[in-house]
């Protein structure tokens, strides 16, 4: 059971730095400068210009390829003197062998001062923040064969080690930005959703001028003009005009809400067809969409495997400065100062901390950004990856497994209007929460009647709602029939309407089971869990919903009874995944060992759960647990991949067997091994199974009758 | 050497298949030219990065091969094995061009994330990185390049590696730089035959290639003197031990 409570918010803003390349986490504490998590993203984003400048990132490019050009001259020269016969050569081969030093010489050393420079930066800014990076030994490896490499063709006698020198640099930079490039594309979805948020915006100015601006110079209170297909840039509210806006970034909703003056609208939702004026109520960065942004990019720094690599990667680090060393100083002993500082810097250059580090968070990011991509919100990497272990699914009932309850049939006695029954008690029905009473609401909507005016209205809880009609002072009141009358009648619809004391009518509410849940509840029980159904319903109801689907059921539970069965499932070693609505099953949700909520709705404050599905499609939940599964999988496979990787790579380094060029390469191939696998998840898998439930959902859609 | 001019052919020859993956780099690297002039200066420098690159590689299969031989002392055909590895390469290459084998389709986007540092590099406007351009390109996984390598590699020799690979790419300029000044000179149609005629070309290679190297599988402990491109230069070997031509 997780030891967190119900409101996260309370527990104080952990704010990881995100690194400027790539977005993950980097780590250390927030300063002004760039943050960079490795040197691959350092070195990426001079590439890539991340910081703006265009000229300096083609030359770094450059740099770059005429290193490889410097390396590759450096390597045919190296095998022709490798392929030098033994014993004295000739007074001519001579005289061409000594060409070949002098021009390896020539080559290495371009590519010292274009690739030792980036390196050498990093290891600078890394000791600048206290911290230790192998870098630094790399490049003092590097120099020290180099040094002796120039000395030896200096005096003509003994090796040259020049290709080392070229080998680890080119490899050590081009994997560390393979590996920063891989990492890029894990958080491609995360800035996908960022960029639809406009750069620049038109604001209107008090005497209806207007100005183009940057969006980070906006403030609370700005007037900004929208036009159709724009996308709303930070959150606000209505001050004239009226549109539909898609808000399918946001909330998942798929049909677009019809917006007018003084309804609020949220960062990243598109404006599709009316001019807006739009007063700003949060500043850029504080917006709807953003703060989504944030919840979900903290998922992944928060894993307990990610603390745990952490952790290792501590004491990784000075435990492969320890082995480097002593190797050195054992070779050099034993073989001479080459064969020591050739043996080191293999030990230096095979150990792959990057392919530990990169383990997990990688994999997390490719799933949760692919989740992401699928209005899946990940809140908790924990939690996320608890759903492929998870046995026991709990799931509420009304607005879970049924679509939520609507209004069925509204009976009038004595020859009442309808719409005059649902003007009157839609007024009252404003103030509440309440399901039946936002069924209400939603029926009067639907029928385009206006709420009567209603004065102090007041809920009593358990019963329902009273207040004072404005238009004919009288006393009404809406709720449980047997409150409004005073007396039971079995005939008597649910939830009665009175005025004074004469009852005007009633109302019959109905709730459809969602068309994909047999599927997506067939399909969990396939996988061999446990599935229930927490409702607070009555019996015959429950019944009614949860026998059909084959599910096992409690009824009569409120919010408290919900949070006991959770936890009973706990106490006796289960895993639980409570599916429910984000806001009533609050306490539920968090006391899961995975909350997974529908509803969630903008407000990303309010969410309690670990998992938000956006577009309350429970069809997404046996995908998502398959991912969580292949995410599980690709975790545990890196991580050992990455430990058998150094356990069985720096011994063998050690020995002084493994060639510094070789290590380079192999160094490399782990990197790569363990990204390519992680990216693997990302991508989009048309699974059969899934696309079933899309396609081929039949309709479990019998309307059950229920009751407050 | 008398294989040289072969192995230029051979690259004229294939370079016509190979127009469609590095056909478009080509017209990228032509794109950034103001004029005629500049384009040629561009596509030579280009080419010369791959041709770099190529000599490179040979140079190192060459080595590589040389160890192998050096390895298993008692195998005397390694030399021969390389070419007929090389010919089967190269004549299915030649059959997956000509559309008798089908390709495995590739599924999902470029998984190299270097892809967009080399779409930049391609239309940059020094020469400098036109020809690191080309230098990568030469680096782009090729079957007909494998092909090539292997045989480099059966020449046992750096410097000959480096200069086999060097004459494949000289081949491959003048398809490339063509394509590179007016890739659409030539019709929709017109290109497809020419692809159909050097496809079979490429075919025709490889079976060269590999009878060569059976004309020289020798099993006895005599070891072969010289790779079996160099017997027309006058080879001891007799074609009478071969068990392909008795």
């Known amino acids: 059971m997780k030891a967190r409570g119900v409101s996260r918010e309370e527990s104080a803003p952990v704010e990881p730095r995100a690194c400027d390349y790539c977005g993950l986490p980097a780590g250390g504490v927030a300063v002004d400068e760039p943050v960079f998590c490795c040197f691959g993203c350092r070195f990426a984003a001079s590439i890539t210009a991340a910081q703006g400048d265009d000229g300096q990132a083609r030359w770094m490019m450059t740099r770059l390829g005429l290193a490889v050009f410097f390396t590759m001259n450096v390597m045919v020269f190296t095998m022709l003197l490798w392929s030098q016969p033994d014993g004295e050569p000739s007074a001519q081969a001579g005289a061409l062998y000594g060409l070949a030093r002098h021009a390896c010489l020539l080559f290495t050393a371009p590519v010292l001062v274009l690739l030792g420079g980036p390196l050498c930066d990093d290891a600078i800014a890394e000791l600048r923040r206290g911290r230790a990076s192998l870098n630094l030994l790399l490049l003092i490896g590097v120099a020290a064969a180099f040094a002796m490499s120039a000395w030896a063709t200096w005096r003509n006698e003994g090796h040259v080690y020049f290709e080392v020198a070229c080998m680890v640099l080119v490899a050590v930079t081009l994997g560390r930005w393979l590996e920063a490039s891989g990492k890029l594309r894990t958080t491609e979805a995360l800035r996908e959703l960022r960029q639809l948020l406009p750069d620049r915006v038109r604001r209107r100015g008090a005497d209806g001028d207007e100005q183009e601006i940057a969006l980070a110079t906006v403030q609370a209170g700005d007037v900004l003009r929208l036009l159709p297909g724009e996308h709303v840039p930070t959150d606000g509210r209505i001050v004239a005009g009226r549109a539909s806006l898609d808000e399918r970034s946001v909330t998942g909703e798929s049909v677009p809400a019809a917006k007018g003056p003084g309804d609020a609208v949220h960062s990243g939702t598109c404006n599709l067809d009316g001019e807006l004026l739009v007063e700003v109520t949060a500043p850029p960065g504080a917006g709807t969409l953003e703060r989504l942004i944030d919840a979900v990019s903290a998922a992944a720094a928060t894993s307990r495997q990610q603390r745990l690599a952490e952790r290792i990667a501590a004491w990784f680090l000075p435990l492969v400065l320890v082995i480097a060393v002593v190797t050195c100083a054992v070779h050099w002993q034993a073989s001479g100062a080459a064969a020591g500082i050739l043996a080191g810097l293999a030990v230096v250059v095979v150990s792959c901390p990057c392919a530990l580090g990169l383990a997990t968070p990688m994999a997390l990011w490719a799933a949760i950004g692919q989740a992401t991509r699928r209005h899946v919100l990940v809140r908790d990497g924990d939690a996320f990856t608890n759903l492929a272990i998870a046995n026991v699914y709990c799931f509420d009932k009304t607005g879970t497994i049924t679509t939520g309850c609507r209004v069925n049939d509204v009976e009038s006695f004595g020859g009442v209007e309808p719409n005059r029954l649902l003007a009157v008690a839609a007024a009252l029905a404003r103030g509440s929460t309440h399901i039946q009473a936002r069924a209400i609401e939603a029926r009067a909507a639907e029928a385009g009647v206006t709420a009567a005016d209603i004065d102090s209205p007041r809920t009593i809880p358990g019963c329902g709602i009273e207040g004072t009609l404005r238009d004919t002072p009288a006393a009404v009141r809406l709720g449980s029939s047997p409150w409004v009358r005073g007396e039971f009648r079995p005939d008597d619809p649910p939830t009665l309407l009175a005025i004074g004391t004469e009852i005007l009518g009633g109302f019959r509410f109905a709730e459809d089971v969602r068309p994909e849940a047999a599927t997506a509840v067939g399909a969990l029980r396939r996988r061999g869990v446990e599935t229930w159904m927490l409702s607070g319903d009555r019996a015959d109801r429950a019944a009614a919903v949860a026998e059909p689907l084959d599910l096992r059921w409690r009824a009569l539970l409120l919010p408290a009874d919900k949070l006991a069965a959770i936890e009973g499932f706990g106490a006796a070693g289960r895993r639980v995944v409570m599916v429910g609505d984000g806001i009533n099953d609050a306490p539920a949700l968090a006391a899961a060992d995975v909350g997974v909520a529908l509803g969630c709705g903008a407000d990303v404050s309010r969410w309690s759960a670990d998992i938000c599905l956006l577009r309350d499609d429970l069809a997404s939940l046996p995908w998502l647990v398959d991912l969580a599964s292949r995410t599980r999988r690709t975790i545990r496979w890196n991580l050992l991949w990455a430990f058998g990787y150094n356990a069985a790579c720096i011994p063998l380094a050690a020995t002084g067997i493994v060639h510094p060029a070789v290590a380079a390469v192999a160094m490399v191939a782990s990197s790569l091994l363990v990204v390519s696998n992680s990216l693997r998840l990302g991508r989009e898998e048309p699974s059969a199974g899934t696309a079933a439930v899309h396609d081929a959902a039949p309709r479990v859609a019998d309307p059950v009758e229920v009751a407050a | ?246």
């Not at chain 2, 590095?22 to 791959?50: E, K």
């Not at chain 2, 092909?147 to 000289?170: E, N, Q």
């Not at chain 2, 075919?203 to 009878?211: F, M, N, Y």
């Not at chain 2, 005599?222 to 160099?230: I, L, Q």
């Open chain 2, 1 to 246: 050497m008398t294989e040289w001019p072969l192995l230029v052919v051979s690259g004229m020859l294939g370079s016509a298949h190979c127009l469609g993956m590095c056909g478009p780099f080509a017209l990228a690297v032509g794109s950034a030219a103001p004029s005629w002039r500049a384009n040629l200066q561009r596509q030579m420098v280009y080419s010369a990065g791959r041709i770099f690159t190529y000599a490179v590689l040979g140079a190192v299969l060459a080595f590589c091969g040389a160890r192998l031989a050096a390895a298993l002392p008692g195998w005397t055909n390694v030399p021969a094995v390389l070419a007929i590895v090389a010919g089967v390469l190269l004549v299915v290459q030649g059959l997956l061009a000509a559309g008798v084998i089908r390709k495995p389709a590739v599924t999902g986007a470029s998984a190299c994330p270097g892809a967009g540092a080399f779409k930049a590099l391609l239309g940059a406007r020094s020469l400098v990185d036109v020809f690191l351009a080309g230098l990568f390109t030469g680096l782009l996984p090729c079957g007909l390049l494998y092909g090539m390598l292997a045989l480099a590699a059966s020449t046992h020799d750096v410097a000959r590696g480096l200069v086999t690979m060097v004459a494949f790419g000289l081949g491959t300029v003048p398809a490339m730089a063509a394509a590179g000044l007016g890739g659409s000179l030539l019709g929709l149609a017109a290109r497809r035959r020419l692809h159909a005629i050097a496809a079979w070309c490429l075919v025709l290679t490889g079976c060269i290639s590999i009878a060569r190297g059976a004309g020289h599988l020798s099993f006895t402990s005599e070891p072969p003197a010289g790779c079996p491109f160099c017997a027309e230069a006058g080879s001891p070997v007799t074609p009478s031990r071969s068990p392909v031509t008795p």
